[in-house]
């Protein structure tokens, strides 16, 4: 908790690494998961090149999503505009934009796939399964960044740590670590693998 002469803004070096040091180690050991993911998937991957040429663009893109929501949602908190309570309607207002945003990303990326695999002669995924994968996996990944980004930003809050030092880093380390299960568990049934 914050002590007398602490404030959630502090800019003391050694109150921000020792709260963001074993929570980066953590994340770190958590993140490997993410890795043997990826690693398990590789027949999958192999079989359907351009799932491989999508895992960045997946992953990144739905933990940029969450660190947008939790870096809005840090500053309301900051400004004493957020309660991060079911009424607030502005939280809510955040929420859609960023589902907005993801739809938006990861329709793109489904057709940015699928015209690269055309282009490179390799037409073993359909545009609709591209879209099912990306749309099915990336809203998916939406949710969990949302989830995450709420969760992060009240639980730092009320322990007294500064929502900007750890919020990003839990939030894209969680995204990375369940949206490549998600993808692909949600490739592996749409081409049925």
Do not use: C, K
């Given at each position: 908790?914050?002590?007398?002469?602490?404030?959630?803004?502090?800019?003391?070096a050694?109150?921000?690494?020792?709260?963001?040091?074993?929570?980066?180690?953590?994340?770190?050991?958590i993140?490997?998961?993410?890795?043997?993911?990826l690693?398990?998937?590789?027949?999958?991957?192999?079989?359907?090149?351009?799932?491989a040429?999508?895992?960045?663009?997946?992953?990144?893109?739905?933990?940029?999503?969450?660190?947008?929501?939790?870096?809005?949602?840090?500053?309301r908190?900051?400004?004493?505009?957020?309660?991060?309570?079911?009424?607030?309607?502005?939280?809510?207002?955040?929420?859609?934009?960023?589902?907005?945003?993801?739809?938006?990303?990861?329709?793109?990326l489904?057709?940015?796939?699928?015209t690269?695999?055309?282009l490179?002669?390799?037409?073993?995924?359909?545009?609709?399964?591209?879209?099912?994968?990306?749309?099915?996996?990336?809203?998916?990944?939406?949710?969990?960044a949302?989830?995450?980004?709420?969760?992060?930003?009240?639980?730092?809050?009320?322990?007294?740590?500064?929502?900007?030092?750890?919020?990003?880093?839990?939030?894209?380390?969680?995204?990375?670590?369940?949206?490549?299960?998600?993808?692909?568990?949600?490739?592996?049934?749409v081409?049925?693998?």
């Amino acid at each position: 908790m914050i002590g007398s002469n602490e404030s959630l803004g502090s800019w003391q070096a050694s109150r921000i690494v020792r709260h963001m040091a074993p929570l980066l180690i953590a994340l770190s050991m958590i993140v490997l998961i993410a890795g043997v993911t990826l690693e398990d998937a590789r027949g999958l991957l192999a079989e359907y090149g351009i799932l491989a040429v999508m895992v960045p663009t997946m992953i990144a893109a739905g933990g940029n999503l969450g660190a947008i929501l939790s870096a809005r949602l840090s500053t309301r908190l900051h400004l004493g505009l957020a309660d991060l309570r079911v009424r607030d309607r502005t939280l809510w207002a955040n929420v859609a934009a960023i589902y907005a945003l993801g739809l938006t990303l990861f329709v793109a990326l489904a057709v940015g796939a699928y015209t690269i695999s055309r282009l490179t002669g390799d037409p073993a995924v359909t545009l609709f399964e591209l879209l099912t994968i990306a749309l099915g996996s990336g809203l998916a990944i939406v949710s969990i960044a949302v989830v995450a980004s709420i969760t992060a930003t009240w639980a730092s809050y009320r322990l007294g740590v500064d929502p900007d030092d750890v919020t990003i880093p839990v939030v894209t380390n969680v995204v990375d670590v369940l949206g490549m299960l998600v993808f692909v568990a949600v490739s592996s049934a749409v081409l049925g693998f």
